[in-house]
């Protein structure tokens, strides 16, 4: 079976990456990753502070980025009386999943489809932003399931809008599809209070597998709590790190990958753009969202069974005619585009 549903890796790790897991020193097992005489959280987060220069107490790890929001959104919901989140009207279920866990409040802000894209209503946000005054402000961006991101001006003028009561948290899964400019992210920690940037290795440099997330923050006595709450003390899992840190040198591997995915992205615009009652929309990420006719829907999904490959076929307010497809391999690609075509075209 082909899993294109789960926006998932379909594509081989860097060399350097099988490399490090082949010759593993399996005495590493034997010690904490903590780096007790610098009180130093562990290898990665040094790796990452100098990476991206950033205080290394700054750093956060967790067990994916999963780890980290659900850490974020538990901590600052139950500190207080304020238990109001903002989230994208479409975007990851989680998001409600992990503020219901602690009897947080959800309320959804304004994205609008734009021709072949959605956008975020910068307008309707700080509105929402003064009326509600929400504990969290979350941001998607690249945005699952609609593909669309923010560019490093629109989070600056979304942090200037935005009280420094409020803590605006940034789901960065997808950002390392968008550029290998990562300038902005210590702009933003180190010229606000009140931001956390979530990023992961599990999608760009695909290994969901490793569960491995990462992040920063801002440097403020409400943000030192918050690190003590989130980090571990003790480090975390030796052989995760070192590939962690291996797959962020092995940049180059990773970017080929993202030209792949972007002459896919070229080819559904191209080839099923065209087709009556379609639209592909432009994607920041490594998926890509179509409107399809809904009368097709069952023929569809048969026509991929059939083949063995797995779409998302969406059954969402708003987004019940649409598929997302994680962005695969070439022949994956192409397979796809020719089952729609078998089933849509004329």
Not at 116 to 134: A, N, Q, T, W
Not at 153 to 178: F, H, N
Request: overall charge negative; hydrophobic content about 35%; charged content about 25%.
């Amino acid at each position: 079976m082909n899993y294109l549903d789960r926006n998932e890796f379909n594509f081989a790790p860097s060399q350097l990456v099988i490399d490090t897991i082949r010759n593993f020193d399996l005495g590493k097992f034997c010690f904490y990753t903590r780096i007790y005489d610098q009180g130093k959280k562990s290898i990665f987060s040094v790796f990452l502070s100098e990476l991206f220069g950033i205080e290394e107490k700054r750093v956060i790890l967790g067990y994916g980025a999963e780890d980290i929001l659900k850490n974020a959104v538990h901590y600052f919901l139950t500190k207080g009386s304020n238990n109001k989140m903002l989230i994208p009207k479409f975007s990851w279920w989680y998001y409600k999943s992990i503020a219901d866990e602690v009897d947080g409040v959800t309320v959804q802000y304004p994205v609008y489809e734009s021709g072949d894209s959605f956008c975020y209503d910068m307008e309707g946000l700080r509105k929402m932003i003064v009326e509600e005054h929400p504990r969290i402000l979350l941001i998607a961006s690249p945005n699952n399931p609609t593909g669309n991101g923010l560019t490093p001006e629109q989070l600056s003028q979304i942090m200037d809008m935005t009280e420094r009561d409020t803590i605006v948290l940034v789901d960065e899964a997808y950002a390392s599809y968008v550029s290998d400019d990562t300038s902005y992210i210590k702009r933003l920690v180190d010229g606000h209070p009140n931001v956390i940037i979530s990023r992961t290795m599990s999608k760009f440099y695909g290994l969901p597998g490793l569960r491995m997330g990462f992040g920063f923050v801002s440097q403020s006595e409400e943000m030192e709590r918050f690190c003590k709450y989130s980090n571990k003390y003790l480090g975390y899992d030796r052989l995760s790190e070192d590939v962690a840190i291996a797959s962020l040198k092995s940049d180059d591997h990773y970017r080929e990958i993202a030209r792949v995915m972007d002459e896919a992205r070229r080819m559904y615009k191209e080839e099923l753009g065209v087709l009556p009652g379609f639209t592909v929309y432009r994607s920041v990420a490594n998926f890509i969202l179509i409107k399809y006719p809904i009368g097709k829907k069952a023929l569809l999904q048969a026509a991929f069974a059939e083949q063995e490959y797995k779409v998302k076929f969406l059954d969402e307010p708003d987004l019940n005619e649409h598929m997302r497809i994680t962005l695969g391999r070439k022949e994956q690609n192409r397979k796809i585009c020719d089952i729609i075509l078998s089933v849509c075209k004329g």
